[in-house]
């Protein structure tokens, strides 16, 4: 663990390295093992830094904290910041647990920041394994081939927002996209080649949906993208970028053979299901290569 600052009222410290600590140390009086027995008690990280930060703030070193971990886009946050400040790079070995830090309304002391830095080092064995835990349960979410999301993510989500919307009426649309004549891709060009198509199709993708809209794999040439908070426009207008995204891209085929999509969305009604949203979409992508491909269509 490495003190990057320690800003006492925003002035920048030299950075130092920190000591491992001894097993037994008291923490301001609370027994070490207290916020160990604390910390092993769950497995996710961010229930995790929740604990950390509630049994830290008990002896009043902080009043606020944030931890970042860019590599995994997770950002966690409690507190109301103060203007003095210590920022830590959490590492165990060689590997990057992220950053963590700290603010306070009032100044920080030496002996505030040894009982931070205390504290930093039960937390980091706990952080260490909490990250692998999402790490796996991550990993199990994720297409193997493009790295978007799986059909089992996809399961998820369109339940919990469906969910969300009846409680609260909010709306929820999806698109399907399928590739027009993948088959032809892959015989004429190779199984090897089919793939690089459906790796480069998930970047376009991903890169046209914002984050908010999430892509996920659904079957073999066929993606989803759920738009939470949309109306039947968000999603035809989104459908329709995509299909152009998809036919201007180039894909580094031989002859510069073009790669379409055709596309069906569905918006959702009262008393919809997952199934009865993903059967009209599935309809209308039904009617899209019906229609001649390389088109939007919906119910
Ligand atoms: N390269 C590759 N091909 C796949 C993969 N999964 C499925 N496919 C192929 O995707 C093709 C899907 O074809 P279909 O969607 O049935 O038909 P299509 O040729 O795309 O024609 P339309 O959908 O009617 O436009 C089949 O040839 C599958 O073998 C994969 O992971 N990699």
């Not at 049994?55 to 003095?84: K, M, N, T, W």
Request: charged residues 25%; hydrophobic residues 40%.
């Amino acid at each position: 663990m490495t003190r990057l600052t320690s800003a006492l009222d925003n002035d920048s410290g030299a950075p130092g390295s920190i000591a491992p600590l001894p097993g037994d140390v008291e923490v301001a009086g609370a027994p070490s093992w207290r916020l160990a027995t604390a910390l092993m008690a769950t497995i996710e990280v961010e229930e995790l830094l929740h604990r950390f930060f509630h049994l830290l703030r008990e002896q009043s070193p902080c009043d606020a904290f944030a931890y970042r971990h860019d590599p995994i886009g997770l950002r966690v946050r409690f507190g109301i910041v103060g203007r003095s400040h210590a920022e830590y790079h959490l590492k165990l070995g060689d590997q990057s647990l992220g950053y963590i830090g700290f603010s306070r309304r009032r100044r920080f002391v030496e002996s505030d920041l040894e009982l931070i830095e205390r504290a930093l080092g039960i937390l980091l064995h706990p952080l260490r394994n909490a990250l692998r835990f999402r790490d796996v349960r991550e990993s199990a979410r994720r297409d193997p081939l493009t790295g978007v999301f799986n059909r089992t993510a996809m399961d998820e989500l369109l339940a919990r927002q469906l969910a969300h919307s009846c409680r609260e009426g909010g709306a929820v649309s999806l698109l399907i996209l399928d590739i027009d004549n993948f088959k032809q891709i892959n015989d004429r060009f190779g199984h090897g080649v089919g793939d690089d198509v459906l790796i480069a199709l998930a970047e376009v993708l991903q890169s046209v949906c914002r984050g908010s809209d999430p892509v996920f794999r659904y079957a073999g040439d066929e993606f989803v993208v759920i738009m939470p908070e949309a109306e039947e426009a968000g999603v035809r207008c989104l459908a329709e970028r995509l299909r152009e995204a998809v036919q201007t891209h180039n894909f580094g085929l031989p002859g510069d053979a073009l790669v379409e999509v055709s596309l069906g969305i569905a918006s959702c009604r009262p008393g919809d299901t997952p199934e009865s949203l993903l059967q009209r979409a599935d309809r209308g992508l039904y009617r899209a290569k019906g229609a001649g491909r390389n088109r939007v269509e919906g119910e």
